[in-house]
Structure formats: structure tokens, C-alpha cells
């Protein structure tokens, strides 16, 4: 039987993690490369520490297959640890990485962190894992890159695959008489226009503050393309560059028009969801995870039939093509080098071959192309067109900010687009604060 746990948060001593995790180099018992250790495979219950909804698609799946590996493996566990709530996850990630007492699987972003644990040889290499398992050829590129580092290696196993979209109330747009945007700089015009017809523009989640920051990220991708926040986060480039200025003077400009609700920073993500699903909002930006609240015959007649989406616009100019947006592969699952043995091996490899298809059944995207989704008997047609377009994204992605940046400059950022879309700053006081906190935090 799959056991599971769900723990409390380790107090973590910042500084000392730091001194710690660099102490810690060279510690691992194996090499990265070396994915098919030799030796017999023992059951025993090993870890995955996570961060995932308990009830979500993944955590349901693994424990399926969990639970059928532990049936011709007598003495089997998965052991799940669980801390959904992400700030914890990466307080106990941290310190335990700092401690060298990571479980055998854990999750992580491709975060410089996680980055450095790579460098020490404290992961396995997933490239040699999947190529060794003869299943690189399934998983989907842009699901892959996802989870690269900048320079191009993998250390995570994609668990999902989402697009993300800006939903839309086609009947909102044509009562105030506008189009969906062609070009992001078409935004401030429609939302003056649905503002001058009495309807709120665009639903943003601003609680959590990660939504906003994905418009942070639209324009600079458009204009110099991926790379520009890795450049960013490295010290190798300024907001106040082209591309940070831009967008910059963008989310001022959608301030201004009002794009967003009234009080949308203390809006949390089920009220700012309702404002779309129940007509009272014209845009609402979020991936194919919600699905099953955009797509469903449950929505009301009078909003369900004008629900559409639109991807990311272009801009003039653009260095990025039209097919290439927000295609993230979620948070990513790491293999521990230190414990990797044949029962880590031999369970990976019938989870990973297996995996596809069950969660494929629950309704979501697989990272691989080798499932296909089972459309839910309440979806909408919506439903399909959206999962559509998945076979064929490029392979250079939007990268979500908050999984690039160090927490610190990540947690300024945040602060400081509130403001900046308030009005409460100017651009240039926007640019000169953030490349402040970029040149003390980012090394």
C-alpha cells in the first residue's frame, strides 16, 4: 500500500543553509550518469518529498501505480511527503538539501538552487535515465525544456503539460465593440473600451501575486526571447534593458487603462476566477489546469457559450513565433544520487511507462505524446480545442519569473509590479529598484 505523510514545515536558518549546501559538494555515493547500477532490486519504501495538491492528478496517479508496482513487490512503499503550500515546500526542500537528507525523489524547479545540487553531482541525470529507459522519444519537447537548466541539461522528470491561455467572453468584447488583441500592445485600448461599457477588462488573481508576474514576463519574451531572463538572473542584464523597460512601461500602461478589477491585490484565485466564470469580467488568464471549470456544461448558459481563448499575443518585431508561448511542464520531480539503487531504478521504470496513461484518464494533458486525454462527459466542446493545440507548440517557452529568479529579487519583483500597475511608481522608479535588489540578491 502507498503510505503518505504529510509533515510540518523544518525551521530553516538561512544562512547556515547556504554554508552548509556548499560543504556539502562531492558527498554523493554515485555518479549522475550512472542509471542502470548493478545489484538486486530489494523492496523497501522509499520517499518522494513534494509539493502537489494531495488530490491532485499526479499525487492520484503515482499512488495507483504505487500501489500495483507493491503488488509484485511485496514491501514496497511510496512514502509521500507532502507541503503544497510552495514557500514551505521550499523552506523544507532547502533545509534538507543543506542537511544532505533528501529522500530519494524530490521536487524542484530549475532554480539556480537546484542548479547547484546538479553541480555537485547530487542528482541523477534524467537525459542518461530516459535515453537508458528508452522513453526520451515520448515525452514532448517543450515539456522537457521546461525543466532544462540554462544550459541545457535535465534533471527533472515532467509529471504534467499545460498551456496557458487567455480566456475570453466573446460576447463581453463584441458589446464593447473590440477584438481579441492582435499585438500585446492592444491591450490598454480594449480595456478602455470594456471599461467605458461597464465591464471589468481582465480577472487577475493579484493575492498570489505569480499571475501578475506572468505579464511581467509576456513582453521581454516576445522581444528578445528566452533568454533574456536568464541573462537577467545571472547578473548579465538590466531591467532597465530594452526588453525590462518594455515591459515595464506595458504594465503601466494596463494599469492605467484599468485592465485589472478594483482591489485585484487582494484578490485571491477562486474570487478572481468567479468574476469570469459568472460574466463579470471580459479576460481571464490561466492554463488548461482549470479546464474543468472553464470548459464544463456546469458554467451558466449565459457565460458557457461565449467562452473562447486566445494565446499569447504577438508584438512588432517579435523574435519569438506565435505558437510559442506559456507551455509549462510543472514543478519537476529530481532523483536523489546519493540513493539511487536497482528498486529506485526498477520502480521508475514501470511508473514512467505507466504513468501516461492513467493520468492521461483523469482529463489532463500528458507530458508525453503517448497518451491521449480522456475528455470528461460534462466538457464543452472548448474542452478538446483547447488540449488541441499541444502537438504542436514550439520548443522555446515563457518561462514563469518566479521559478527564474532568487527568492529575494522574486519576492521585490512582486511587490513592486503591485505598485507599479497602482500607479504608486513610474517605470524608471520601477527599473531602479528592481536592478538595486538584482545587484544585491542575484549573485
Not at 29 to 57: F, H, N, Q
Not at 166 to 187: H, K
Request: with cysteine; proline share 7%.
Amino acid at each position: 500500500m502507498t503510505t503518505i505523510k504529510r509533515t510540518g514545515g523544518i525551521v530553516a536558518i538561512a544562512a547556515a543553509t547556504a554554508l552548509i549546501l556548499t560543504s556539502c559538494s562531492g558527498t554523493t555515493a554515485a555518479s549522475p550518469t550512472d542509471v542502470d547500477p548493478d545489484g538486486e532490486v530489494v523492496p523497501r519504501e522509499i520517499s518522494w518529498l513534494l509539493s502537489r495538491p494531495a488530490d491532485g492528478g499526479v499525487i492520484t496517479a503515482m499512488e495507483q501505480i504505487a500501489d500495483e508496482y507493491a503488488e509484485d513487490h511485496p514491501g514496497f512503499a511510496l512514502n509521500l511527503i507532502t507541503t503544497p503550500d510552495r514557500p514551505s515546500y521550499i523552506q523544507k526542500y532547502e533545509t534538507l538539501a543543506a542537511a544532505n537528507k533528501l529522500p530519494e525523489l524530490f521536487d524542484t524547479d530549475a532554480t539556480p538552487f537546484a542548479q547547484k545540487l546538479a553541480d555537485q553531482g547530487r542528482m541523477v541525470d534524467v537525459d542518461a535515465l530516459l535515453d537508458d529507459l528508452g522513453l526520451a522519444d515520448d515525452y514532448r519537447e517543450a515539456a522537457l525544456n521546461y525543466q532544462r537548466f540554462d544550459d541545457g541539461s535535465l534533471y527533472m522528470v515532467p509529471f504534467e503539460f499545460q498551456l496557458e491561455y487567455f480566456w475570453y467572453n466573446s460576447a463581453l468584447l463584441e458589446q464593447a465593440g473590440v477584438a481579441v488583441p492582435a499585438t500585446l500592445d492592444d491591450f490598454p485600448a480594449m480595456c478602455k473600451a470594456l471599461r467605458a461599457n461597464g465591464i471589468t477588462p481582465i480577472a487577475l488573481d493579484g493575492q498570489d501575486q505569480w499571475p501578475l508576474e506572468r505579464y511581467m514576463a509576456y513582453y521581454p519574451f516576445r522581444l528578445a526571447g528566452p533568454e533574456y531572463v536568464q541573462k537577467l538572473k545571472n547578473g548579465d542584464a538590466s531591467f532597465g534593458d530594452p526588453a525590462g523597460r518594455a515591459a515595464a512601461e506595458w504594465l503601466s500602461s494596463l494599469g492605467q487603462a484599468g485592465c485589472f478589477q478594483e482591489g485585484f491585490s487582494s484578490t485571491g484565485y477562486a474570487d478572481a476566477q468567479a468574476l469570469f466564470t459568472s460574466g463579470k469580467a471580459a479576460v481571464y488568464n490561466i492554463g488548461t489546469w482549470e479546464l474543468s471549470n472553464l470548459a464544463t456544461e456546469a458554467l451558466d448558459a449565459g457565460v458557457r457559450d461565449s467562452v473562447d481563448f486566445f494565446t499569447l499575443p504577438t508584438i512588432d518585431g517579435a523574435v519569438t513565433d506565435d505558437h510559442e508561448y506559456v507551455t509549462p511542464s510543472g514543478i519537476g520531480m529530481a532523483v536523489n544520487a546519493k540513493t539511487y539503487d536497482p528498486l529506485v531504478r526498477d520502480f521508475l521504470a514501470f511508473a514512467l511507462e505507466r504513468y501516461p496513461d492513467v493520468y492521461a484518464a483523469t482529463g489532463a494533458l500528458s507530458p508525453t505524446t503517448t497518451a491521449a486525454t480522456t475528455i470528461p462527459d460534462t466538457a464543452t466542446p472548448l474542452y478538446s480545442q483547447a488540449i488541441e493545440p499541444a502537438d504542436g507548440v514550439g520548443p522555446r517557452i515563457a518561462m514563469p519569473w518566479d521559478t527564474q529568479l532568487d527568492p529575494a529579487t522574486n519576492t521585490r519583483l512582486q511587490q513592486e509590479l503591485t505598485l507599479l500597475v497602482q500607479g504608486d511608481t513610474t517605470p524608471d522608479e520601477f527599473i531602479d529598484t528592481m536592478d538595486a535588489a538584482l545587484a544585491e540578491n542575484g549573485k
